[in-house]
């Protein structure tokens, strides 16, 4: 059985960090892309980063370059968020996704909450 669990959301004040993570299992991770998006109320789904399955490549959405990282663990089946400087428009809740890169499936977790607030 295909999960994905996100973990590691919560509050937060403007300018704080949080680091969000992703565990994988029942698929082959290493074949996969894995990314982050976000959902703010009220609006669509939108992608924050992307890793390929062996972890050279990343890519940010402009919003968040500089101040979040993606990384992950192949040995440990599981993809992490770094988040730094934290802004208000960062509150959403996150999704985590994995991608096949020999096909068309694909994943998604059920999401975490991110809340940035003084």
């Known amino acids: 059985q295909v999960q994905l669990v996100e973990s590691g959301g919560g509050l937060v004040q403007p300018g704080g960090s949080l680091r969000l993570f992703c565990a994988a299992s029942?698929?082959?991770?290493?074949?996969?892309?894995m990314s982050w998006h976000r959902q703010a109320p009220g609006k669509g789904r939108e992608l924050v980063a992307v890793i390929t399955s062996a972890g050279g490549t990343t890519n940010y959405a402009d919003s968040v370059k500089g101040r979040f990282t993606i990384s992950r663990d192949n040995a440990k089946n599981t993809v992490y968020l770094q988040m730094n400087s934290l802004k208000p428009e960062d509150t959403a809740v996150y999704y985590c996704?994995?991608?096949?890169?020999?096909?068309?499936?694909?994943?998604w977790g059920q999401g975490t909450q991110v809340t940035v607030s003084s």
């Open positions: 996704r994995a991608a096949s890169e020999t096909s068309y499936i694909g994943y």
């Open positions: 029942g698929f082959r991770f290493s074949n996969y892309a």
